[in-house]
């Protein structure tokens, strides 16, 4: 039993359940740009206030080829970054093809075993400015709640005290987080899994994984005003956008079916329970995997995805995502065994994108750091946006396809831009 392991370090809470083991390779990260303001005083002040915050007191540790949670006090770690010309956001938004984000998966100096899960990076700008790039493991966040978290250290940097909040973990497997579920749900693959066909999509690369993320930046009103008239939303554009592109660049005929990977939000499902709805930390995404072929024109490939993705959700795919993965970490011998039947982005017909909604900023940029093979890289777009303008981020191998992103970036022009004009 894994409770023997608490003798070796009273400080376990519990190991990592196998939805939470495959997010230890990653840092999800954002950067923004404030008024200049000290660093002294933001690192005096947020030790304060996230000290207070359970979830800030929470680190992992690898333990005899196993990971655990862990309470360790929080500590913030800053990291000062010299002034270059990079750093200003004009000329990073430039280069950023050029510019690869390292994985970070930094260790504490004190406890070489122990994951610290959150990284900080400030950097004074031209024009009376500060910029600060928060990281957080994915562990502990996904694509919506690191902007939660980014608006926690706005606030302190706005002078302002953040009250006592309670985060606890959920239960191993993950299943506190539902309720009323029929076991058929996580005890087999979903149908969808098995639907998915065989094809190649994503070109081989053969050199080490060096990972950099492109942003493509349009207004969101007209925008807003597209989906209004055309009752879509964002992320049926999205998955437009990539299974059109995907299409293009293999040759493959418009009746060619591709499947989105969709992370969703299971604190909206109607078997969450109150506990889980009201969470506003750690990675709560699971993900649906709508089935679309092209259509006869690009307005009619929108409406179809839109319809398709209607279609997906009722299937429970993402709450069954979380826990078939959930599961596949043993609860006794800590054994993980890959789920059955899960979706292999080099091997079938999958695109991923990921509509995360509505954030705060004056210009945010979020990126990913991975870990990933070569014979696994990711290769996906993450969109968001503020009241004016929406962003594509799309993470890719430094050395990715050219071809492939000109595809790629031709077919989102196309619809975030020209279409929605």
Known sequence: ????????????IRPLDGYECCLTGSYINVTDIFPRFSIDEFKKNAQENLSKIEIFNFAIKFMDGHSFWIKKPFKIQIEEV???ENEEIENFLKNEDKITTPHQNVRYEDEKDVINCYLFKLCHLKKNK?????SALHAVSDGRTIFTMYDILRKIINGEQIEKMNTPLCSFNQMSNFHDLNPSLYNQP???????????ILPKISEPIKYVTIHNIYDYPPISKFCK?????????????????????NNLPKETPIWNYTPCDARVSPYATETFKNQKFFCNAGALFPCVIGQNTVLDDIKH???????????????????RSALSVDPITLKFTPPEKMPDFHKQAVVASSNIGRVNGNNPLFHLSMDCTNEFYSFATHCYHTENKIYMATIMPINFNKEYISTLNKEMDL???????
Not at 130 to 134: A, G, I, M, Q, V
Not at 190 to 200: A, C, Q
Request: aromatic residues 8%.
């Open 1 to 12: 039993m894994w409770e023997e392991f608490i003798k070796k370090d009273c400080r376990i």
């Open 305 to 323: 995805c839109m319809k398709k993705l209607q279609e997906s959700i009722p299937k429970l795919d993402n709450i069954a995502q979380i826990l």
């Open 82 to 84: 010299e002034w270059s």
């Open 229 to 249: 008239q055309n009752n879509v939303t964002v992320q049926a554009m999205l998955i437009a956008v990539a299974s059109r592109a995907a299409r293009k660049f």
């Open 130 to 134: 500060t910029k600060l790039t928060f």
């Open 415 to 421: 619809i975030f831009n020209i279409l929605s004009e």
């Open 190 to 200: 979903p149908k969808t899994w098995n639907d998915i066909i065989n094809l190649s």
